[in-house]
C-alpha cells in the first residue's frame, strides 16, 4: 500500500488520504493512524476526524500550521492496525417482524433466499464501526454478508423511523433520526446510539465492533 497523502484544507485542517478505494484494510489504518494522532499529544490540534479512506487533522491556526500538523503526523507513521479483538463489541437488540422490515421480503427475493435466512446471516454477522457521518450518530458498519448484500434503491423513501436496521452493499446501518433512505430495511433496534452526554455523545467509537441479538415485538 502506497504511503498517505497529505493536503492542506483552508487554513486549520490536513487531510490525511491514504487510498481512493473503499476496503477494510485501508480503514483499519485510518483507525489506528487517528488512535495514534490522538494519543500523540500534537500541539494546537484540536479534533481528528476519520472516515472510510483518509481522516481530517483539525488545528489552530493561532499554535501550529500545515507544515508542522504534517511532520507531526508524518513520525507516527507506519501504523499497525488494531485487532477487532482490542475493540470495545457491543451487541444490539433488533426486531425483524414485518412492519418494522419492510423491506426484508425484497432483499430475501434479491439474494434468493427464504427471509430467515436473510435474518440469520445478518444476526450471525460481527459488523465494525468504520465512520459516521450523513446525519448524527449514523455510524457505518462495515461486514454485511455477501450472500445478503444488494445495492442501494433506485429512489430514497421519506420518513423512515429512528431504529431501523438498514443495509446496501457491503454496510448496515441503524438510523437515529426520522431521515429519507435508498437503502433496504430489514428490521428495528431501540438501542440508543446518541446518548445525550456531550462528554460522549455516540454509543461506539470507530473501530469498535457490533453484533444484532433478535428480540420478540415485546421487548422493544
Same mark, same amino acid.
Given at each position: 500500500?502506497?504511503?498517505?497523502?497529505?493536503?492542506?484544507? =483552508?487554513? *486549520?485542517?490536513?487531510?490525511?488520504?491514504?487510498?481512493?478505494?473503499?476496503?477494510?484494510? /485501508?480503514?483499519?489504518? #485510518?483507525?489506528?493512524?487517528?488512535?495514534?494522532?490522538?494519543?500523540?499529544?500534537?500541539?494546537?490540534?484540536?479534533?481528528?476526524?476519520?472516515?472510510?479512506?483518509?481522516?481530517?487533522?483539525?488545528?489552530?491556526?493561532?499554535?501550529?500550521? *500545515?507544515?508542522?500538523?504534517?511532520?507531526? #503526523?508524518? +513520525?507516527?507513521?507506519? #501504523?499497525?492496525?488494531? +485487532?477487532?479483538?482490542?475493540?470495545?463489541? *457491543?451487541?444490539?437488540?433488533?426486531?425483524?417482524?414485518?412492519?418494522?422490515?419492510?423491506?426484508? /421480503?425484497?432483499?430475501? !427475493?434479491?439474494?434468493?433466499?427464504?427471509?430467515?435466512?436473510?435474518?440469520?446471516?445478518?444476526?450471525?454477522?460481527?459488523?465494525?464501526?468504520?465512520?459516521?457521518?450523513?446525519?448524527?450518530?449514523?455510524?457505518?458498519?462495515?461486514?454485511?454478508?455477501?450472500?445478503?448484500?444488494?445495492?442501494? !434503491?433506485?429512489?430514497? /423513501?421519506?420518513?423512515?423511523?429512528?431504529?431501523?436496521?438498514?443495509?446496501?452493499?457491503?454496510?448496515?446501518?441503524?438510523?437515529?433520526?426520522?431521515?429519507?433512505?435508498?437503502? +433496504?430495511?430489514?428490521?428495528?433496534?431501540?438501542? !440508543?446510539?446518541?446518548?445525550?452526554?456531550?462528554?460522549?455523545?455516540?454509543?461506539?467509537?470507530?473501530?469498535?465492533? #457490533?453484533?444484532?441479538?433478535?428480540?420478540?415485538?415485546? =421487548?422493544?
Amino acid at each position: 500500500m502506497n504511503a498517505p497523502q497529505f493536503k492542506p484544507v =483552508a487554513d *486549520h485542517a490536513v487531510l490525511v488520504e491514504f487510498a481512493s478505494e473503499i476496503s477494510d484494510d /485501508v480503514n483499519r489504518l #485510518v483507525i489506528a493512524l487517528d488512535h495514534a494522532i490522538t494519543m500523540a499529544q500534537i500541539k494546537g490540534l484540536q479534533e481528528v476526524v476519520p472516515a472510510l479512506v483518509n481522516l481530517l487533522v483539525v488545528f489552530d491556526p493561532l499554535e501550529t500550521d *500545515h507544515v508542522q500538523v504534517e511532520k507531526d #503526523v508524518r +513520525s507516527l507513521l507506519p #501504523v499497525s492496525p488494531d +485487532s477487532d479483538a482490542q475493540a470495545t463489541h *457491543h451487541t444490539l437488540d433488533i426486531c425483524y417482524d414485518d412492519d418494522f422490515s419492510p423491506d426484508l /421480503v425484497a432483499v430475501a !427475493k434479491a439474494c434468493g433466499m427464504s427471509e430467515d435466512a436473510v435474518i440469520q446471516a445478518h444476526s450471525s454477522a460481527r459488523y465494525r464501526v468504520g465512520m459516521y457521518g450523513f446525519a448524527p450518530g449514523y455510524a457505518y458498519l462495515a461486514g454485511v454478508p455477501e450472500a445478503i448484500q444488494v445495492p442501494r !434503491k433506485t429512489a430514497p /423513501v421519506r420518513d423512515i423511523p429512528a431504529g431501523s436496521v438498514m443495509i446496501a452493499g457491503p454496510q448496515c446501518l441503524a438510523t437515529t433520526i426520522v431521515m429519507p433512505t435508498g437503502w +433496504s430495511i430489514i428490521g428495528r433496534t431501540p438501542a !440508543k446510539i446518541m446518548t445525550g452526554n456531550p462528554d460522549r455523545p455516540f454509543l461506539f467509537d470507530v473501530g469498535d465492533t #457490533v453484533s444484532f441479538n433478535r428480540i420478540r415485538r415485546e =421487548a422493544l
